[in-house]
């Protein structure tokens, strides 16, 4: 009894929570302003060592070099592409791969914290026992056909619809008996949680994905889709009239047909007077991948009463170019779940390079945030010893040649790869997000020069939580997935709309907070001076009165990205985006494509022209991508054309007590963003087009190119070195260094910028 007593007043007085469940008890909690690991109520930031080469001399490398968490693959009964099968037949289970991976962290580490990366799947035996609850194409087969454009799909292989009842009870079974084995196993009290994987490359993105061959033609599919429009609109009624078909009825419902899904370059949007079936179809097709992992985790954390953290791949919009195909659009549903902590995110494939590129956020992260999960960034840089890695592996050169495009921060020296570190990790430190090193092939760290880098960033990372990592940005990007769905299949216009942005908010030279639209009722948007909608097409009736209260206000700068508007669920017109932005809209007469570039042209706002110009005479993208729309308003200022033509395409609009911004693309460069901001007011601490990272108390820089850098600060601060642990610059505005390409900065500022 006193012991129970004990613990009871334990938890009172301490809030850490006490179980009699085996090993540490992780959680998220909000720490210095932003949500973070705690095991045993202590805060936890220290890297983890992610690896596919689970061997032991990796691990002893990182286990020297301070880390105390690692991560390597197992399943939940199978995985698709190593083949590796726990639950080998019906009654017959085999465990070795688990306790030999488990055995070489803990031989070499033997405090270690392991977190598992479990792949959700059941073996090929069970989809072959079950035929009825596989996926199947339009084609009407359960396997894709080759040529398939998505190279990623392991070939010949059947994969069970993730609706099928049937298959989540199989799951359900296997994935418990999982978990019974490492619970009671030798290595119980070293369970930190679980990074659920899943479907494709185990990033949970459907197996169509950027595939001619679509799926969702089986028969637990279409039951679940009714079943989602049942909870969605309640009665027949008003299915019928939120599709304007008299006759629809939920029971008689199918999954979109081939044709009407695979609309490429008919038009820039769907029609939804006609296709709200289409519509809804992407936002379900999207709501069952986080429901799914969902699913998992409920069965992880009602096993482990709640005791270790969960997370999964999700939250790719921004790096899938907003393709609703590929199941990343369900961000509002995975941040609903009570069983998910964090979410994790793969570095972005692309413009990594070396000094002129970095990493981006690959979802609306402040979103992540504002619902209390962890942004868990997963850093798999490779270095100047990873040419070797890839030749020892045998590749072709067409292979690793497509691997050094991809992964090409590949350096030519130990310094050069230490720089690509510190720029990775300084993303994680100056957003707030909890980071990784990953060795994707085994290898790419095998360097004492490159293990002493990551012994520093670990002890960085550490002590991070003495200080405040809140939010410092004064500039708000909003987007929305349900927008998404009302784009054409493998929309060029959604890559311009919320990819190519991301570029330009690396490198603007202030920090940004991205969220999604359905969040903005969440958040506090008085430290916002400029607010820029990337993809907000579709606008209810409730958006457009949260963005007149908590937006249109305050002398902010409100930058709308194309047809901003325009739909309203089922209605759409001219007046819609005209209504919301303050600015007359027109649609051109001629329905082509265009190129959404901008001829820079001023009338009227001299000031804001010259501002703009700085960018250079033209800005957008060249690919041509959508139909054009145009600003039509006597009482705006032109600041420029659609080239080649008369058309207003970037203009600005005094609205009372806030500036209205048209721009016909987001594709506009770092320049024509930063220049916006400042003049909206926003603080711009660099002015060259660096990678730049900021919050409360951290900033991140990596050059560009060689020169001088000034950093101004919003008000006077000291500024400390996190690389050399040496004050740079006390009690001041504004400080300079003199910096090689390539190189990073990695500082802490005091007394904090927000």
């Not at 490779?382 to 067409?398: A, G, H, I, Q, Y």
């Not at 360097?447 to 200080?467: F, Q, V």
């Not at 493998?490 to 202030?510: D, H, N, R, V, W």
């Not at 809209?585 to 804001?608: C, F, H």
């Amino acid at each position: 009894m006193q012991a129970v007593i004990m613990a009871g007043l334990l938890v009172f007085f301490s809030g850490v929570k006490v179980s009699d469940f085996p090993g540490p008890v992780a959680e998220v909690q909000a720490i210095g302003g932003v949500p973070t690991f705690t095991v045993d109520g202590k805060p936890f930031t220290s890297p983890c060592f992610e690896t596919y080469a689970p061997e032991t001399h990796y691990f002893e490398q990182f286990a020297q070099a301070g880390t105390k968490i690692y991560s390597f693959n197992i399943d939940a009964g199978g995985h698709p592409y190593s083949g590796e099968e726990v639950w080998k037949a019906p009654d017959t289970w085999d465990f070795s791969l688990i306790d030999e991976r488990m055995k070489r962290v803990l031989d070499a580490d033997p405090d270690a914290l392991i977190i598992p990366r479990i792949y959700i799947g059941l073996p090929q035996w069970w989809n072959e026992a079950n035929p009825d609850e596989l996926m199947v194409l339009n084609t009407g087969k359960t396997t894709y056909e080759e040529p398939n454009p998505n190279p990623s799909v392991p070939k010949g292989k059947t994969f069970p619809s993730i609706v099928s009842e049937k298959w989540r009870a199989g799951l359900d079974m296997s994935l418990r008996k999982v978990l019974e084995h490492i619970h009671t196993g030798p290595y119980k009290d070293h369970i930190f949680g679980y990074l659920i994987a899943g479907l494709d490359t185990e990033e949970w993105y459907h197996w169509s994905s950027g595939s001619n061959q679509l799926e969702g033609y089986c028969k637990p599919m279409e039951l679940a889709f009714q079943k989602w429009l049942r909870a969605r609109y309640k009665t027949d009624e008003a299915l019928q009239q939120a599709w304007r078909r008299p006759g629809a009825v939920f029971d008689a419902v199918k999954v979109p047909s081939y044709e009407s899904r695979y609309d490429r370059d008919k038009a820039t949007f769907r029609n939804p007077e006609t296709q709200m079936d289409v519509i809804d179809f992407y936002t379900f097709y999207n709501d069952i991948v986080p429901d799914t992992i969902d699913f998992a985790a409920k069965i992880i954390k009602d096993y482990t009463k709640g005791t270790k953290v969960c997370g999964a791949f999700y939250g790719f919009m921004f790096a899938f170019r907003g393709d609703p195909e590929y199941g990343h659009n369900g961000l509002e549903r995975y941040l609903q779940s009570d069983n998910l902590d964090f979410i994790f995110v793969t570095a972005t494939y692309i413009n990594r390079n070396f000094a002129t590129g970095g990493t981006f956020q690959r979802g609306p992260a402040r979103s992540i945030m504002l619902n209390g999960k962890l942004y868990y960034h997963d850093s798999d840089s490779m270095s100047f010893v990873s040419p070797e890695v890839l030749k020892r592996m045998n590749w072709t050169k067409e292979v690793l040649d497509e691997c050094l495009f991809y992964h090409v921060e590949i350096t030519d020296s130990a310094q050069k790869s230490r720089w690509v570190y510190q720029r990775d990790a300084g993303f994680a430190l100056a957003n707030g997000f909890y980071t990784s090193f990953f060795d994707l092939h085994g290898g790419h760290f095998d360097h004492p020069e490159l293990m002493d880098e990551i012994g520093r960033l670990n002890r960085i990372m550490e002590a991070s939580t003495e200080y405040p990592r809140g939010s410092a940005a004064e500039i708000l990007v909003v987007s929305d997935e349900r927008s998404c769905n009302y784009a054409t299949m493998m929309s060029k216009l959604l890559g311009q709309a919320l990819t190519e942005p991301q570029y330009a908010f690396m490198q603007l030279g202030a920090p940004v907070d991205q969220i999604l639209l359905h969040d903005l009722e969440k958040v506090d948007t008085s430290p916002y001076k400029m607010a820029v909608f990337l993809n907000t097409y579709n606008l209810t009736d409730q958006d457009r009165a949260l963005i007149q209260e908590k937006l249109a206000n305050n002398g902010r700068h409100l930058v709308w990205c194309y047809t901003s508007g325009l739909f309203n669920q089922a209605d759409s017109s001219e007046s819609l985006m005209s209504d919301i932005m303050g600015i007359r809209m027109k649609a051109a007469d001629d329905p082509a494509y265009i190129a959404p570039r901008i001829e820079l042209a001023a009338s009227g706002k001299q000031a804001y022209a010259d501002a703009l110009r700085r960018a250079g005479d033209v800005i957008g993208h060249q690919d041509a991508s959508c139909q054009m729309y145009y600003a039509d308003d006597p009482g705006a200022a032109v600041m420029g054309v659609l080239t080649g033509t008369d058309k207003p395409a970037f203009v600005v609009k005094e609205q009372g007590d806030w500036t209205s911004v048209y721009s016909l693309t987001a594709a506009l460069p770092a320049t024509a963003y930063r220049e916006m901001a400042r003049m909206a007011g926003v603080h711009i601490y660099n002015n060259h087009d660096d990678t730049f990272y900021a919050n409360q108390s951290f900033i991140t820089l990596h050059a560009r190119d060689a020169g001088v850098r000034t950093i101004t600060l919003p008000g006077k601060h000291t500024v400390y070195d996190l690389i050399s642990g040496r004050e740079v610059a006390q009690n001041t505005a504004a400080f300079t260094r003199t910096l090689a390409q390539g190189e990073t900065l990695l500082l802490r500022v005091t007394p904090p910028l927000r």
